[in-house]
T-cell receptor
Framework: GIQVEQSPPDLILQEGANSTLRCNFS?????LQWFHQNPWGQLINLFY???GTKQNGRLSATTVATERYSLLYISSSQTTDSGVYFC????????FGKGTKLSVKP | DAGVIQSPRHEVTEMGQEVTLRCKPI?????LFWYRQTMMRGLELLIY????????DSGMPEDRFSAKMPNASFSTLKIQPSEPRDSAVYFC???????????FGPGTRLTVL
């Protein structure tokens, strides 16, 4: 099956800073999604982005399918952005990376 | 829509007991997914259904686990007999299609003593 590698594993930011999270895949995937798990454990779907670029407020994502990676950009980070960010891709079933744990300090 | 509903939210049971987790997907969604999350293994997809039919159960850890979807608005994940290593948070999610956004329920935190 495909392998999903996320980097960095941990990230600490000061409120207002920008960040880039990366997701690499060992093989081509048919779909790619980004999720945020907040400190209370709730999983939230951020983007479905098999290719191209999408933006939603302060968050945006870019997937370069031919090079098997995706980037999640967080601009002007807020404390509410804290949590773990997962990417997942599939060739059938969705496989997740281990996540990037983000802590935004006030 | 109320979103994906899971019950119970917390379950504590003793080893050897049967555990049943329940999920109500978002109305109109044709796909339903069951996930498990542990510290050791992270997020894992256990099984998913399309139009109430199980499509891929390759993630189900062993025969002690079974999942059913008797109708479009209800699914169960059953563990019998339960073991301490089954302790995890179990999430249910639904989507309109396999390549569409998945929406997660709040999860069921299972503790097997």
């Amino acid at each position: 099956g495909i392998q999903v590698e996320q980097s960095p594993p941990d990230l600490i930011l000061q409120e207002g800073a920008n960040s880039t999270l990366r997701c690499n895949f060992s093989d081509s995937v048919n779909n790619l999604q980004w999720f945020h798990q907040n400190p209370w454990g709730q999983l939230i779907n951020l983007f479905y982005i098999p290719s191209g670029t999408k933006q939603n407020g302060r968050l945006s994502a870019t997937t370069v399918a031919t090079e098997r990676y995706s980037l999640l950009y967080i601009s002007s980070s807020q404390t509410t952005d804290s949590g773990v960010y997962f990417c997942g891709g599939s060739q059938g079933n969705l496989i997740f990376g281990k996540g990037t744990k983000l802590s935004v300090k006030p | 829509d109320a979103g994906v509903i899971q019950s119970p939210r917390h379950e504590v049971t003793e080893m050897g007991q049967e555990v049943t987790l329940r999920c109500k997907p978002i109305s109109g969604h044709d796909y339903l997914f069951w996930y498990r999350q542990t510290m050791m293994r992270g997020l894992e997809l256990l099984i998913y259904f399309n139009n109430n039919v199980p499509i891929d159960d390759s993630g189900m850890p062993e025969d002690r686990f079974s999942a059913k979807m008797p109708n479009a608005s209800f699914s169960t994940l059953k563990i019998q007999p339960s073991e301490p290593r089954d302790s995890a948070v179990y999430f249910c999610a639904s989507s309109a299609g396999t390549t569409d956004t998945q929406y997660f329920g709040p999860g069921t935190r299972l503790t097997v003593l």
